[in-house]
């Protein structure tokens, strides 16, 4: 993974409908060569997939919640199956498990508080292992962004010779930078 690499992730994140050669040209590499470095992403596992993200505009009215839901219990087979009935429904788009709090964050999206209530009484009211649950709707989106923070970039070439430490500048005792070998 190098800064060329990282560069080609920022742009596809931000726009991944760029063709091939409209990368190649902006980050000065051949067309060959740019394809060869998107599909290793892909193949490495950096890229998981590529969506198209709708104008919530043109969808029309939706309501998104924030829902909060605690267990009863929360040993590992109830959490993941908890976890496992909640990711296969489609009104769910993020699901964490977190901690201190609830056991569970949900981001749900419906077309209105009907659709609530049925998402509620499929995945809240049906389960006797939810032991409470604390929805809020948001009433404006602010800010919605998909982009990960990326790593930095590390050397492509072999990592500088390490000499014996004297502790002067750039050994991790006198001050200086260490470096952690990639």
Same mark, same amino acid.
């Given at each position: 993974?190098?800064?060329?690499?990282?560069?080609?992730? +920022?742009?596809?994140?931000?726009d991944?409908?760029?063709? @091939?050669?409209?990368?190649? =040209?902006?980050? @000065?590499?051949?067309?060959?060569? #740019?394809?060869?470095r998107?599909?290793?992403?892909?193949? /490495?596992?950096?890229?998981?997939?590529?969506?198209?993200l709708?104008?919530?505009?043109?969808?029309?009215a939706?309501?998104?919640?924030?829902?909060?839901?605690?267990?009863?219990?929360?040993?590992?087979?109830?959490? +993941?199956a908890? =976890?496992?009935?909640?990711?296969?429904?489609?009104?769910?788009?993020? #699901?964490?498990?977190?901690?201190?709090?609830?056991?569970?964050?949900?981001?749900?999206?419906?077309? +209105?508080?009907?659709?609530?209530?049925?998402?509620?009484?499929?995945?809240?009211?049906?389960?006797? @292992?939810?032991? @409470?649950?604390?929805?809020?709707?948001?009433?404006?989106?602010?800010?919605?962004?998909?982009?990960?923070?990326?790593?930095?970039?590390?050397?492509?070439?072999?990592?500088?010779?390490?000499?014996?430490?004297?502790?002067?500048?750039?050994?991790?005792? /006198? /001050?200086? =930078?260490?470096?952690?070998a990639?």
């Amino acid at each position: 993974m190098d800064a060329t690499d990282l560069q080609l992730l +920022d742009a596809l994140q931000h726009d991944a409908s760029h063709s @091939n050669q409209a990368l190649a =040209e902006r980050f @000065n590499l051949s067309p060959a060569t #740019c394809l060869r470095r998107v599909r290793r992403l892909h193949e /490495g596992g950096w890229i998981a997939r590529e969506v198209a993200l709708l104008d919530p505009q043109r969808v029309g009215a939706v309501l998104t919640a924030v829902i909060e839901v605690s267990l009863d219990r929360q040993d590992a087979a109830s959490l +993941d199956a908890f =976890e496992a009935r909640v990711v296969a429904d489609e009104a769910v788009q993020q #699901c964490y498990r977190v901690s201190p709090g609830p056991d569970f964050v949900l981001i749900a999206t419906v077309r +209105d508080m009907p659709g609530y209530q049925a998402l509620a009484q499929r995945l809240f009211t049906t389960d006797a @292992n939810v032991r @409470n649950v604390k929805a809020f709707f948001s009433i404006k989106r602010a800010k919605f962004d998909t982009r990960m923070p990326l790593p930095p970039a590390t050397p492509s070439g072999p990592p500088p010779a390490a000499g014996p430490s004297q502790g002067g500048r750039g050994s991790p005792s /006198g /001050g200086g =930078e260490a470096h952690a070998a990639p």
